[in-house]
């Protein structure tokens, strides 16, 4: 697609159940980010993939978060037992990687709400 | 350690007038890049300028222009004559070179141009 593309928009749930978030990047990007952006709030770096290394799992906030890629193209975002505190807009980017000062491209985000 | 910080969390304008956003970070790192994203209302967020900091050339384009200096950490971003349309949440977000791609952001500024 053209840009990266987020699934679901919004997704409400109940605290203590699991989520599952998607993120297609942009064909051709070998990089990948999840943030987190609390309501009013800056963007807070979650997990970050490259090609074939080590995901840069340093912004992960607990063992209950927790993400997959497979090779260069979909990735998801897993948080288990969902608390109140983790309603939030999940923002996925990708960039073509690479090259250190690559410009992130954006999707439109996840809005979770846990009630 | 590396951080962006956007002292202003508000700043509200009318139409026609000029405004600067502020930016200072720290880096230990000699080489590092600057970033300007925009969040209008509908959320998605838009790469605006990279900067690196071998290039302390300011830069215009249009009706926004930055000013980069090292001297005092900091990376500014002006906007000229703004427009209702200029409203939004404006970030600045920094990576270093051994981070490649992550990028760390500020708190954000949000921006109210008034017709």
């Known amino acids: 697609g053209a840009g990266v593309s987020q699934s679901p928009s919004n997704k409400v749930t109940e605290k203590g159940k699991d989520v599952e978030l998607r993120c297609d990047p942009i064909?051709?990007?070998?990089?990948l980010y999840w943030y987190r952006q609390r309501l009013g709030q800056g963007l807070e770096f979650l997990i970050y993939?490259?090609?074939?290394?080590?995901?840069?799992k340093s912004g992960l906030p607990s063992d209950r978060f927790s993400a997959e890629r497979t090779g260069e193209s979909v990735s998801t975002l897993t948080i288990q037992r969902t608390q109140q505190e983790d309603s939030a807009v999940y923002l996925c980017a990708s960039s073509l990687g690479g090259r250190v000062g690559s410009p992130l491209h954006f999707g439109n985000g996840t809005r979770l709400t846990v009630t | 350690a590396q951080k962006v910080t956007q002292a202003q969390t508000e700043i509200s304008v009318v139409e026609k007038e000029d405004v600067t956003l502020d930016c200072v970070y720290e880096t230990r790192d000699t080489t590092y890049y600057l970033f300007w994203y925009k969040q209008p209302p509908s959320g998605e967020l838009v790469f605006l300028i990279r900067?690196?900091?071998?290039?302390?050339q300011n830069e215009i384009s249009g009706r926004y222009s930055w000013n980069f200096q090292k001297s005092t950490s900091s990376f500014n971003f002006t906007i000229t004559a703004s427009q209702v349309v200029d409203s939004a949440v404006y970030f600045c977000a920094l990576s270093e070179k051994d981070n490649t791609d992550k990028l760390i952001f500020g708190t954000g500024t949000r921006l109210q141009v008034f017709p």
């Open positions: 064909s051709g990007h070998t990089a």
């Open positions: 900067r690196n900091s071998f290039d302390e």
């Open positions: 993939f490259q090609g074939n290394s080590a995901p840069d």
